[in-house]
Structure formats: C-alpha cells, structure tokens
C-alpha cells in the first residue's frame, strides 16, 4: 500500500449514510462503457488464450465495479495493473501487449491510448551516470499509457555485478510503486529466464500483480490462427491444402524450435514462394483469380518438414 | 511582493490540477514542455537554471508533473517555472511560461538611486533577496 492508498480515507457517510438496498444499475454502466465491444474484438481477433482472455474480462469488471462504487461515494483505489506476460515463443505475448493499451484505455484505466515499447537498449546506459536520466526519460514518455518492455529479462544480468541494468530496475520499481495511476508496465519474456529475473529482483515480483502465462497453441487453434492471417493477406487455403497443413503442424510441433504461431507465420510465407512459384511455372495455362488467392496441398507438401529430401534435424530447424 | 512574471502571474497560484491541464494544453499543441528554477527574481533574469532537458515527445502531462515535484524537492523556496516550447515554423519560440512554485516569503524589490555625472541619477531596481549569495537566498524564509 503506497501513501495513495492511505490518504483515501474510506467515507464513513457513505457507507452508513446510504441504505444497503440502494438499486445499482450495473448493466446500464456495462453498456455505456461499451466495454462488450472491446471484448468482443478480441475474442474475434486473438484465437485460444483463455487464461488471458479471463484475466482481462476480470480486469474489466473490477474496473467497472470501481466506477459504480464510486458513484455511491464508496471507497474505490485504482487496483495494480502491472503485468508480467511469460510463455514461449510465439504465443502472443507482444500481440496482446501491444492491445493492452486500447483495452485499458477504453475500460478508462489509463488517460493516454498510447504504448511505448521498449527494450534493454531504450532503458540501460553504456556508462556511470547515462542509466537514471534515459530510464526516466523513457518512463516520462510512456506515463499516461503503458510501458511494454519486451525481453525484459536482459535488464538484469546476474554474471555481471556492475551491471547498470539495476539501476535501471531500481527506477523503475520505485516509479511502479509511487505513480500507479500514471503507468502501467507490462514486461514480457521466456518463462524460465523471467524467473530468473524476479529471483534476482523479488520486489520486482511482488510488484507486479497480475503474472500471465501463455499457453502453448494446440493444432486447431494454429490452423485458426494461419486462416485469420491467410484472411488478412487475402489469401484461403484449399481444403485439401488445410488437412495437410494440419499435418503439418503436427509434424512441426514435434521439431526443435517450434515458435508456435511464429512458426506459422514463416510456413505460410514458404507456401506463397512456392504457390508463386507454382504459377509462374504453368504459364501455359490460363491463370484466374482463384489460382492467384489459393495456396494448394502440394505448396504445403513441398516442405522439409515431410522429409521430401531428408534434410538432417538443425537445417530443418533453421529453414523449415 | 508577488513577482508577476509570465503567464497566469495576476492570479492566485495554480493548484497542481490547472498546473496538470495547462501542461495537457501545451502537450496536445506538441509544445516540448521545460522545467526551469532560479533564486535570482530580477524581471531582467530571463536565464533561468534548467531543470533537465526539454521534454519531447511527450503523451501526458503526467512526465512534466513528475519533474516538477522533483524540482520543488530539491528546490524548495526557489522560483520554479514551466515553459512550453513551439518548434514550428514561424514560431519557433516560448509560447507558454508560468511560475509553479515561489518562495514563501518574497522580499521585492528596492530602488537605488545612483548619482553620476551632473545632475543626472541612475536608477537601479535591486532585489533585496540578492543581497546574499547565491543559493542562500530565501533559506531562513526571509
């Protein structure tokens, strides 16, 4: 509890003065906030994530009681909204981050739609005395919005006792804490080096209320997701091109440095090489537009990750 | 006696709030915003001592708040002041200044009569808070 918090002294009135069965109108605020909306666009646009999904619903009931409680003059202190995203690569962590923004602002957590991503190098000085002032400019810059800080295990390097990353980290502790109301910061790293992280720094841990783990995408919400950045490229998969790509990713998910909806990402681009590729060789034949918008089997099944040509395990890894 | 200087200086001292919306105005005309201190209140000291470089690129007043009141801790009885800078073109100068913090008690000012040659009498507008040095201006609250 920061001196924010103790200043707010609840108000006796309020809570004696005002009869227990007062009617609330909370659906009547939930539609006004339009916060369905907000919701709604998310679960349209970010396929599985549960957990983040429920969180964030979370976030917005909280934030939505607060502001009916506070029309009643009841006691409402603005909750902790720092975060810590953990999961593998590929999950969505920088995606979401990156929606923390408009989501909070449109639930009227923050004052500013405006998200200043930044990593180790925007934040840690090269020499004695650099470290505080870029720290505190970057800190300044994001106040109103949120600070995503990507990697941000590389701010602590427990090899190196003369590190600035500390001090960069002490800054940033004391600003969390002091001006809650000004900044959310959202860091977001590999699960294991995180922990590492807040084992060096565990008031860093406990600062941070809401950590978030990414789970890793299963096979169907993969196929979901290529289709929602197939749309996006105005692309479609055929139907037989779709089994095999669902085979595909079976088979990818097995391999060595699966980075789950990155990965996806990169074998899609392979495919429209070789679909391009694909097309131009049968030039004889007229093309239409449907040949132009759809990637078939046999641009899947040229990859490496059916063992066409037996590459060895690390080239697959590095090439897909 | 009140030192009127910059904007805003006939009226009452701003609380942190109208501080807070007039940093709000001169950020959203993409103003960069300064924070700015002296002991020296001679209307003739345009130099005052930065606190910190200009900010730019600044979304919410929140940044500027933040410095001001670590200017006022580490300068608690000096003059404090905001400035917003305009880079466009055609201005290219200071289009908002005003004081944020004053010492508790201001001395003023006395008129020094100078006689030189002649007849002829200079006259020299003096601050009574410069009679000690620098720094030591205004510590006893006088």
Not at chain 1, 126 to 133: D, E, K
Not at chain 1, 152 to 168: C, K
Not at chain 1, 196 to 211: K, V, Y
Request: with cysteine; aromatic share 8%.
């Amino acid at each position: 509890m920061s001196d924010a918090d103790v200043e707010q002294t609840p108000d006796a009135d309020a809570l004696t003065g005002i009869p227990d069965d007062t009617p609330v109108d909370l659906a009547g605020v939930f539609r006004d906030s339009q916060i369905q909306e907000v919701l709604d666009k998310l679960e349209r646009e970010l396929v599985g994530l549960k957990p983040i999904k429920t969180r964030i619903r979370e976030i917005a009931a909280l934030l939505l009681v607060d502001r009916v409680r506070k029309s009643l003059g009841l006691t409402s202190g603005p909750p902790s909204l720092h975060m810590c995203f953990t999961g593998n690569p590929g999950t969505g962590k920088t995606t979401v981050a990156m929606r923390m923004a408009e989501i909070l602002h449109r639930l009227g957590y923050i004052r500013k739609c405006n998200l200043a991503a930044v990593t180790r190098d925007d934040l840690v000085g090269q020499y004695i005395g650099h470290t505080a002032p870029k720290t505190k400019e970057v800190l300044k810059r994001a106040m109103g919005g949120v600070l995503f800080i990507d990697e941000a295990y590389y701010l602590y390097r427990p090899e190196n006792e003369r590190d600035y990353g500390q001090e960069s980290v002490e800054i940033l502790l004391q600003v969390m804490e002091n001006q809650r109301e000004d900044l959310v910061v959202i860091l977001a790293g590999y699960k294991d080096r995180m922990e590492t992280f807040f084992q060096g720094n565990p008031g860093m841990s406990s600062r941070i209320a809401h950590h978030l783990d990414f789970p890793n995408y299963t096979a169907d919400e993969l196929i979901a997701i290529a289709k929602l950045m197939l749309e996006k490229q105005q692309y479609r998969l055929s139907p037989d091109a779709e089994k095999v790509f669902h085979e595909y990713l079976v088979r990818r998910m097995q391999m060595p440095n699966f980075a789950n909806a990155r990965s996806v990402r990169n074998a899609l681009d392979r495919a429209r090489l070789r679909q391009a590729n694909r097309l131009f060789a049968q030039h004889q034949d007229t093309i239409t537009k449907k040949d132009l918008v759809t990637i078939e089997a046999e641009d899947i099944l040229a990859s490496r990750v059916f063992g066409n040509n037996q590459p060895d395990s690390s080239q697959i890894a590095d090439r897909e | 006696m009140r030192i009127t200087q910059g904007t805003f200086s006939f009226l009452a001292d701003l609380t942190d709030d109208q501080i807070r919306k007039q940093v709000e105005y001169a950020l959203n005309n993409k103003w960069a915003v300064s924070v700015e201190f002296t002991d020296d209140p001679h209307p003739r000291n345009t130099f005052w001592e930065m606190w910190g470089l200009p900010m730019f690129d600044l979304q919410d007043a929140a940044g500027v708040m933040y410095e001001i009141d670590a200017c006022r801790k580490a300068y608690p009885s000096h003059y404090v002041k905001v400035n917003a800078f305009d880079h466009n073109k055609g201005w290219e100068t200071i289009r908002l200044s005003f004081i944020v913090q004053r010492p508790p008690h201001e001395p003023g000012f006395g008129l020094v009569r100078q006689e030189v040659r002649g007849r002829t009498v200079n006259y020299v507008v003096h601050s009574y808070a410069t009679d000690k040095p620098e720094g030591e201006r205004y510590t006893d609250g006088h």
